[in-house]
């Protein structure tokens, strides 16, 4: 018998622990404004050349931050279906041409299943540059 209790309490010190070692999940305003700290926002305009895109980061619940090639951050607020975006999903955009756009459809996809989970309208996009010295 005290043997069994010996080895709960071994369990429970265990789960104590790795709850109070897991970080805290950022809050997703907290990591955007971390994101354009030291960033000065521009007017926002309806579409960016995708060709000139580096890589995207998605913010979960609410917004798409597209980098470009030159530095710039441009953050997309989805008008429709902000709240089902999280960063472990694929965004699917067929695009005419080579930019995307206000109002352009995007399927959510999710990674490991390879299933839709949803779609996104896009919305303005606002860029975010350092400023220059």
Known sequence: MRSASIGLAVVVVLAAASGAVAAPKEAPE???????DGRTAGKPV????ARNTDSIEIIDGAA??????NGVLYVNRPSIGADSLRRDQILVTK???????RMDMVTLVDQGSRFETGAISLGAFTPYAKPRP
Do not use: E, P, S
């Not at 309806?46 to 050349?49: K, S, T």
């Not at 798409?64 to 090639?69: A, E, G, H, M, N």
């Not at 695009?95 to 756009?101: A, I, V």
């Open 64 to 69: 798409i931050v597209y980098r470009t090639k």
């Open 46 to 49: 309806d579409c960016i050349n």
């Open 95 to 101: 695009m005419t041409g080579g930019q995307l756009c």
């Open 30 to 36: 907290v990591k955007l404004a971390r994101m354009l």
